[in-house]
Protein backbone atom coordinates (compact mmCIF):
# COMPACT_ATOMS: atom_id res chain seq x y z
CA UNK A 1 0.00 0.00 0.00
CA UNK A 2 1.10 3.43 -0.85
CA UNK A 3 2.27 6.04 1.82
CA UNK A 4 -0.10 8.96 2.08
CA UNK A 5 1.60 12.52 1.70
CA UNK A 6 0.95 14.53 4.45
CA UNK A 7 2.72 17.87 3.32
CA UNK A 8 5.29 18.68 0.44
CA UNK A 9 7.78 21.59 0.57
CA UNK A 10 9.35 23.02 -2.71
CA UNK A 11 12.95 24.28 -1.67
CA UNK A 12 16.01 25.73 -3.33
CA UNK A 13 19.47 24.91 -1.86
CA UNK A 14 22.44 25.65 -2.84
CA UNK A 15 23.65 22.18 -4.21
CA UNK A 16 26.03 19.98 -1.99
CA UNK A 17 25.56 22.73 0.76
CA UNK A 18 22.48 22.41 2.45
CA UNK A 19 22.94 22.67 6.18
CA UNK A 20 20.68 23.14 9.20
CA UNK A 21 20.81 26.48 9.61
CA UNK A 22 17.54 28.89 8.63
CA UNK A 23 15.56 28.35 6.35
CA UNK A 24 16.34 25.10 5.74
CA UNK A 25 16.29 24.18 9.09
CA UNK A 26 13.26 25.53 10.58
CA UNK A 27 10.76 24.25 6.82
CA UNK A 28 11.77 21.13 7.59
CA UNK A 29 11.52 21.20 11.65
CA UNK A 30 8.07 22.07 11.38
CA UNK A 31 6.80 18.81 9.11
CA UNK A 32 8.15 17.01 11.76
CA UNK A 33 11.40 15.91 9.58
CA UNK A 34 14.87 14.55 10.61
CA UNK A 35 16.79 17.48 9.76
CA UNK A 36 20.11 15.76 9.64
CA UNK A 37 19.19 12.91 7.34
CA UNK A 38 17.55 15.61 5.04
CA UNK A 39 20.99 17.76 5.09
CA UNK A 40 23.19 14.14 4.61
CA UNK A 41 20.74 12.68 1.55
CA UNK A 42 20.30 15.97 -0.22
CA UNK A 43 24.47 16.64 0.15
CA UNK A 44 24.64 13.19 -1.33
CA UNK A 45 22.01 13.77 -4.12
CA UNK A 46 23.83 16.84 -5.44
CA UNK A 47 27.35 16.25 -5.06
CA UNK A 48 27.63 16.93 -9.44
CA UNK A 49 25.35 20.15 -9.28
CA UNK A 50 27.77 21.74 -6.63
CA UNK A 51 27.58 25.51 -7.32
CA UNK A 52 24.13 25.60 -8.51
CA UNK A 53 21.27 26.21 -7.19
CA UNK A 54 18.71 23.44 -6.77
CA UNK A 55 15.27 23.16 -6.66
CA UNK A 56 13.77 20.17 -4.42
CA UNK A 57 10.64 18.95 -4.11
CA UNK A 58 10.33 16.55 -0.67
CA UNK A 59 7.33 15.21 -0.16
CA UNK A 60 6.49 14.09 3.74
CA UNK A 61 4.86 11.22 4.47
CA UNK A 62 2.59 10.21 7.74
CA UNK A 63 5.54 7.74 9.44
CA UNK A 64 7.96 10.95 8.88
CA UNK A 65 9.81 9.41 6.05
CA UNK A 66 10.13 11.23 2.91
CA UNK A 67 11.11 11.57 -0.57
CA UNK A 68 13.25 13.89 -2.33
CA UNK A 69 13.02 14.76 -6.47
CA UNK A 70 15.74 17.14 -7.62
CA UNK A 71 14.95 19.53 -10.42
CA UNK A 72 17.25 21.18 -13.10
CA UNK A 73 18.35 24.40 -11.76
CA UNK A 74 16.52 27.86 -12.80
CA UNK A 75 16.68 28.50 -16.23
CA UNK A 76 17.47 32.53 -14.79
CA UNK A 77 20.56 31.32 -13.35
CA UNK A 78 21.66 28.87 -16.49
CA UNK A 79 21.19 31.67 -19.04
CA UNK A 80 22.95 33.94 -16.82
CA UNK A 81 25.90 31.77 -16.24
CA UNK A 82 25.97 30.73 -20.44
CA UNK A 83 26.27 34.98 -20.73
CA UNK A 84 28.51 35.36 -18.16
CA UNK A 85 27.07 37.84 -16.07
CA UNK A 86 25.95 37.88 -12.12
CA UNK A 87 22.73 39.44 -13.20
CA UNK A 88 19.94 40.68 -15.75
CA UNK A 89 19.80 43.89 -17.09
CA UNK A 90 17.07 46.30 -15.19
CA UNK A 91 15.73 47.69 -18.68
CA UNK A 92 16.09 44.81 -20.57
CA UNK A 93 14.23 45.82 -24.26
CA UNK A 94 17.13 49.26 -24.11
CA UNK A 95 19.94 47.70 -22.28
CA UNK A 96 21.46 44.07 -22.96
CA UNK A 97 23.24 42.40 -20.44
CA UNK A 98 24.88 39.90 -23.25
CA UNK A 99 25.03 37.90 -25.76
CA UNK A 100 24.56 33.69 -26.01
CA UNK A 101 24.70 31.20 -29.07
CA UNK A 102 21.76 29.16 -29.93
CA UNK A 103 24.06 26.56 -29.16
CA UNK A 104 24.35 27.51 -25.58
CA UNK A 105 20.58 28.05 -25.66
CA UNK A 106 20.12 24.26 -27.34
CA UNK A 107 22.13 22.62 -24.50
CA UNK A 108 20.55 24.70 -21.70
CA UNK A 109 17.14 23.69 -22.79
CA UNK A 110 18.27 19.78 -23.08
CA UNK A 111 19.22 20.18 -19.77
CA UNK A 112 15.59 22.07 -19.10
CA UNK A 113 13.36 19.66 -21.08
CA UNK A 114 12.13 17.72 -18.33
CA UNK A 115 11.05 20.48 -15.90
CA UNK A 116 9.77 22.71 -18.97
CA UNK A 117 5.75 22.68 -20.16
CA UNK A 118 7.40 21.89 -23.56
CA UNK A 119 6.93 18.66 -25.88
CA UNK A 120 10.67 18.96 -27.76
CA UNK A 121 13.69 20.82 -27.75
CA UNK A 122 12.87 23.50 -30.08
CA UNK A 123 9.42 24.89 -28.23
CA UNK A 124 11.92 24.33 -24.76
CA UNK A 125 14.29 26.75 -26.82
CA UNK A 126 11.73 28.98 -27.44
CA UNK A 127 10.62 29.35 -23.66
CA UNK A 128 14.24 29.88 -22.49
CA UNK A 129 14.47 33.11 -25.53
CA UNK A 130 11.64 34.83 -23.82
CA UNK A 131 13.82 34.27 -20.74
CA UNK A 132 16.57 35.47 -21.66
CA UNK A 133 14.71 38.33 -23.60
CA UNK A 134 13.38 39.88 -20.52
CA UNK A 135 16.65 39.59 -18.58
CA UNK A 136 17.94 41.46 -21.17
CA UNK A 137 20.49 38.59 -23.20
CA UNK A 138 20.41 38.42 -27.02
CA UNK A 139 20.43 35.49 -28.59
CA UNK A 140 22.27 34.87 -31.89
Not at 99 to 124: C, F, G
Amino acid sequence: MAKKPVRKLKLTIMGGAANPAPPIGPALGQAKVNIGEFVKRFNDGTQKMKGELVPVVVSIYEDRTFDMIFKSPPATNLLLKAAGKEKGSGKPPAQKTGTISKAKLREIAEKKLKDLNANNVEAAMKILEGSARSMGIDVK
